[in-house]
């Protein structure tokens, strides 16, 4: 698969193709390494994000959403940062991913929705990074993240 960054230019998406502007890479997130349309990332960084030395170099495909661990304990369950957890289709590393401001909610949405069905084992594989996959019970955090406090929660049944 030829997924490659060119360098201070255009990133082309290994997923959906789709060439993104070098603007939308340095809109309010460092590092961006996911695409704002389809969400998919590249396995590039090995030890820290940023430092571009993994030799994967594979996609990571959006597999769920997590809460970044606010620093005191109380704060944990619903005041977190909503974050994206990808995941190598090659070597299946976890990574935890800021959203950025133009990531496309739907598409978040739609990742969300997709996690729900995942199996016990990427539960627990997740639970072994010390990551905690939201559940069904977690949509009114995921909807208030992505559209704000008056965000409307359609009563659909998260099965
Ligand atoms: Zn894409
Ligand atoms: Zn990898």
């Given at each position: 698969?030829?997924?490659?960054?060119a360098?201070?230019?255009d990133?082309k998406?290994?997923?959906?193709?789709?060439?993104?502007?070098?603007?939308?890479?340095?809109?309010?997130?460092?590092?961006?390494?996911?695409?704002?349309?389809?969400?998919?990332?590249?396995?590039?960084?090995?030890?820290a994000?940023?430092?571009?030395?993994?030799?994967c170099?594979?996609?990571?495909?959006?597999?769920?959403?997590?809460?970044?661990?606010?620093?005191?304990?109380?704060?944990?369950?619903?005041?977190?940062?909503?974050?994206?957890?990808?995941?190598?289709?090659?070597?299946?590393v976890?990574s935890?991913?800021?959203?950025?401001?133009?990531?496309?909610?739907?598409?978040?949405?739609?990742?969300?929705?997709e996690?729900?069905?995942?199996?016990?084992?990427?539960?627990?594989?997740?639970?072994?990074?010390?990551?905690?996959m939201?559940?069904?019970?977690?949509a009114?955090?995921?909807?208030?993240q992505?559209?704000?406090?008056?965000?409307e929660?359609?009563?659909i049944?998260?099965?």
């Amino acid at each position: 698969m030829k997924a490659h960054l060119a360098t201070f230019g255009d990133f082309k998406c290994a997923h959906c193709r789709v060439v993104v502007p070098s603007a939308h890479l340095v809109s309010g997130v460092n590092n961006r390494n996911h695409c704002p349309y389809c969400l998919w990332s590249c396995h590039l960084d090995l030890y820290a994000a940023g430092d571009r030395l993994s030799a994967c170099k594979a996609p990571m495909k959006p597999m769920g959403l997590t809460l970044k661990a606010g620093r005191k304990k109380y704060q944990r369950s619903t005041r977190g940062e909503l974050m994206l957890i990808h995941q190598c289709t090659e070597c299946s590393v976890l990574s935890i991913n800021r959203i950025a401001a133009d990531d496309d909610a739907e598409t978040v949405l739609a990742v969300f929705q997709e996690s729900l069905a995942l199996a016990h084992q990427t539960h627990i594989l997740c639970e072994e990074n010390g990551i905690v996959m939201l559940k069904a019970g977690d949509a009114k955090i995921v909807y208030t993240q992505l559209y704000g406090h008056q965000a409307e929660i359609p009563m659909i049944s998260w099965a």
